[in-house]
Each structure stands twice: as C-alpha cells, then as structure tokens.
C-alpha cells in the first residue's frame, strides 16, 4: 500500500490495478471512500482499460478477428509499477504484454498519476499508442464514495447536484449490460437528484453529454461532502451496487455496446483513436470537504 499526503489530505492506492484505497480528511478524520466490503461489490475504484462498460457476448472483432474481453478491460486487474512517487503525488504505469496482447492487440503504455493539492485529488490518465497502427480504445474512472458519509445520517439523506441545470435522457441498460439504444426522459431542467438506493436497482444511471462538469454528494444534515470534477469527458455512469452504503460517480471516455452493436472495434461508440506514438491525456478530480 501507497501513500501521498498533505496537510488536508490522506491517499493510499494499491499497486494492484492502481486502485484508490482510502481517502480521508485530516482535520475531521472521515473516510470518504468506499470499504470495498466484498458481500456487496468488493472493488474500490477500479480504472477501466481498455474499454468501459460490457461488450455484447464478450466479444469484438478486429482485422477479421475475435477478442475476448471481459467487462471494463483489463487494467483494473494488472499490478502496476511505480515510476515516480513524492510526498504528494505518485505515478502508475502498465503496458502491454503477451497476456494482454491475445485479448487486445495493440502495443500501448497506460500512466495514471494521483496528485493532492491542499483538499483537491487530481487523477491524471496518459495513454500512448507504442505500435506501428492506428490503436482504439476507452478509459474511463469508477471511484466508489461512502455514502452515507457522516455519522448520524442516512443514504437517503444525501443528492447529487449538478453544476448546471440538466435535461437529459437516462441510457438503460439490459442484464448484459449492453446500452438499449432509446433514452428514456429522466432529469428536467434540474440540478439536483436526492439519493435513493431503488435508483440503482436496474443498474447504473447512463448519461451522455452532460450540461455539467461536476457533480457533488451533498445533505442538509452535515456540512460534509465532495464534489467530483470531470471537464471533457462525454459520458457519465452513476451507480450503486444493491442497497450497498456507496456511490460511484464514474466519468468515462467511452460506453458500453449497444444492443444492435456491429461488434467491429472501430465502430464502437465512444472508442478513441491514437495514431502510432500519439498520447492522449485527461484528468478528473476531486474535492472533499
């Protein structure tokens, strides 16, 4: 286990699939990430590499071929190696492998690098293209956050504010978890979404092309929350596994298969391209209050 820090702030991540472990405010000793408690859903905040969300059968095709690939690729699984750490910022790299390369062909090399900066987490995302072909792929983040957050009250006590007013469709998903291709009407020129955990009992809130930047866990009851931060990326899942105490606000640079999905890797929704040595960079961050 890992550790940055600061006056405000206390980071561990675990080399294991670079995941977040523990996040928690100095000055009122709060954990805000979630247990990991295994009876509900025993990840963390996972990194989704080299797609987001599930793939119809499994399966793509590529130059005529067929790869298998589970749900939400593969990093999130791989031991990462440390290639810079300093009291307050740390970075992870990984890239490809034999292993990797029969379930996704394409030479790369992943950095994701955590930094504090007083009451801010910032999670910065590099990928580059180390091949000779054009190379597809998503990223995308899955940070788990405890909810409820302060003693004495309850989930349902808690919302979700937007930074801007929003009216968009939810995405449904299927039991496979492959996107049905009609939104339903869902958020009405509104900012905010009080919590409740039936809201996940279909699986996650899909969104595309949010108004909003950023979106906060908030009560009435406690001056206690965090708002996550997320310019540039074009979707958003938000999620809970059953009536477990935690919510993912997960913003991603790609999105599941859709039911009528070709299954050709560059025809999938949300897929990014880089040329050979190409590098493409984001970054979302968080701040806990």
């Given at each position: 286990m890992l550790e940055i820090a600061n006056e405000y702030l206390q980071v561990k991540i675990s080399t294991a699939g670079?995941?977040?472990?523990s996040i928690?405010?100095?000055?009122n000793q709060l954990e805000y990430l979630w247990s990991g408690d295994p009876v509900f859903w025993g990840k963390k905040s996972p990194v989704l590499f080299p797609i987001v969300g599930a793939l119809k059968e499994n399966t793509y095709q590529y130059k005529g071929q067929s790869y298998q690939l589970g749900r939400h690729g593969f990093a999130r699984e791989m031991e990462f190696e440390v290639t810079e750490h300093t009291a307050t910022s740390i970075t992870f790299n990984i890239q490809d492998n034999d292993l990797?390369?029969?379930?996704?062909?394409?030479?790369?090399?992943?950095?994701?690098?955590y930094s504090i900066q007083d009451a801010t987490l910032m999670v910065g995302y590099e990928v580059q293209n180390m091949g000779d072909e054009a190379m597809y792929f998503s990223i995308g983040a899955h940070p788990a956050f405890k909810v409820p957050l302060a003693n004495g009250t309850t989930f349902e006590d808690y919302s979700l504010h937007f930074s801007d007013p929003e009216t968009a469709g939810l995405w449904p998903l299927t039991p496979e978890g492959l996107v049905i291709?009609?939104?339903?009407?869902?958020l009405d020129h509104t900012t905010e979404l009080p919590l409740r955990k039936s809201l996940f009992y279909k699986d996650a809130l899909v969104f595309k092309h949010l108004a909003s930047t950023a979106i906060s866990i908030r009560s009435d009851k406690t001056p206690h929350g965090l708002t996550v931060h997320f310019p540039g990326f074009p979707y958003m899942g938000i999620w809970n596994a059953k009536d477990a105490d935690f919510v993912c606000i997960e913003p991603w640079y790609g999105i599941s298969d859709h039911e009528n999905t070709s299954g050709k890797l560059e025809e999938k929704e949300g897929i990014l391209t880089l040329l050979p040595e190409q590098i493409f960079q984001s970054q979302w961050s968080a701040v806990f209050f």
């Open positions: 670079a995941e977040l472990q928690i405010r100095k000055d990797t390369l029969l379930k996704y062909p394409f030479p790369f090399s992943l950095n994701i690098r291709p009609q939104p339903n009407p869902y």
